[in-house]
Every structure is written in C-alpha cells, then in structure tokens.
C-alpha cells in the first residue's frame, strides 16, 4: 500500500534552516507529485509548493519564495523540503502529500506530519 | 488569488442529521475542488474530488456537489466518527488554497 514516510520531529533556533523528508513507497516515485502543506498548532492547511519527482520541476507559493527549496533523490524515492530563516511562526507540522502528476490536483495520500519547533 | 470561504466555520448536529458545509470561491475554478476530513490528532483525508467524485473507500453518505465558485459536501446521516474538521482546497491553478474549515461536533 502507499506509504509516505516523514524525518522525526526537530527543534530549531529562529534564522536556522531545516530539511524534511518523505520517503515513498508502494506506489511509483516519479508517477506523483509531492506536495508540502503545514499546519500550525490550532490552525488551518497552507499550502507551500509541489514537486514533480520525475523532472524535478516545482513550484512554491508565493509566500514562501526564496525560503523554500524542494528536492528529491529518486534513488531512494525521497524527497525533501527545506525551509530557510525560520522563525517562530515557522512553527508547524509540515506535511507531504502525493498528487497525480501532469497538473495540479487533489492529495490523495498524505505523511504522518513533522513537527518544526522554531524557538531560541 | 482565488480566496476559498468555508460556512459555517463550526457546527453542532445530532446523530442522524443530515449536515451541509459551504465552500465559495471568489473566482470560479470550474470543478477543481477537493475536500479532505481531518479528524482531532490526524493526518488530513481525502474526502472528495472533482466535486463530486468520492474518493475510494469513502462511505456514501459523503457527497460532494457544486461548480464555478459555489461548492456543498453533504453528510446525509451523520455519525459519531465523523467528528472532524472539514476543509474544501482548490486546485485549479496555484496557489493551491484551502478553506478555513469547518469543524462539525456531535450535539
């Protein structure tokens, strides 16, 4: 069955940067999109970008233009968000989540969720 | 960007009621629009796509329906473990947005 895979928890000190992995299995790496969505304690779903791990192509929302940077190693069927300049409102469970490729589209499996805890 | 507009943003209903969330966008986006459970705890879940296409392994009394800027998900009978928040997305085009939710509790 899909599985997606997702780095434990981290602790970070504000201006610091962080890299979460979601590893894939079960299904076809590059046949799907990865998305990353998170949510802070209390808070509703935002949205951060995509990634097609068969070119490599992403696209990240405005917001969080020049500190976001998404990758993959499709050797391992991984990939990662990296997130720079944290701050306390960075603070959030970061979600993967697949998507079927060749345009946008609804997740139809997500990660269990990491904990970023961004504080001095 | 398109903004995604949840009503109510809570609801109390009991057991067996029949409950109707509300999900407006401020610009059409034809069918591009999903819904998605996330019960106290969890991981999201697909709920729906497409509007009104159920994911599989959805129980029926889940549907979705609406196009253009004016979206409905329906629970027909609603359960003790449908106990959740419920959130609409679009996804014609970026930035992929959610709705601010709806959280639906037992009466």
């Known amino acids: 069955q899909v599985q997606l895979v997702q780095s434990g928890a981290e602790v970070m000190k504000p201006g610091a940067s962080v890299k979460v992995s979601c590893q894939a299995s079960g299904y076809t790496f590059t046949s799907y999109d990865i998305n990353w969505v998170r949510q802070a304690t209390g808070q509703g779903l935002e949205w951060m970008g995509w990634?097609?791990?068969?070119?490599?192509?992403?696209g990240y929302a405005q917001k969080f233009q020049g500190r976001v940077t998404m990758t993959r190693n499709t050797s391992i069927s991984t990939a990662y968000m990296e997130l720079s300049s944290l701050r306390s409102e960075d603070t959030a469970v970061y979600y993967c989540?697949?998507?079927?490729?060749?345009?946008?589209?609804?997740?139809?499996?997500w990660g269990p969720g990491t904990l970023v805890t961004v504080s001095s | 960007d398109i903004q995604m507009t949840q009503s109510p943003s809570s609801l109390s209903a009991s057991v067996g009621d029949r409950v109707t969330i509300t999900c407006r966008a401020s610009?059409?986006?034809?069918?591009?629009l999903a819904w998605y459970q996330q019960k106290p705890g969890k991981v999201p879940k697909l709920l729906i796509y497409a509007a009104s296409t159920l994911q599989s392994g959805v129980p029926p009394r889940f549907s979705g329906s609406g196009s253009g800027t004016d979206f409905t998900l329906t629970i027909s009978s609603l359960q003790p473990e449908d106990v959740a928040t419920y959130y609409c997305?679009?996804?014609?085009?970026?930035?992929?947005?959610f709705g601010g939710g709806t959280k639906v509790e037992i009466k």
């Open positions: 990634m097609n791990p068969n070119s490599g192509n992403t």
């Open positions: 997305q679009k996804y014609d085009g970026a930035p992929l947005t």
């Open positions: 989540a697949r998507a079927p490729a060749g345009g946008y589209s609804h997740f139809d499996d």
């Open positions: 610009q059409g986006i034809s069918n591009y």
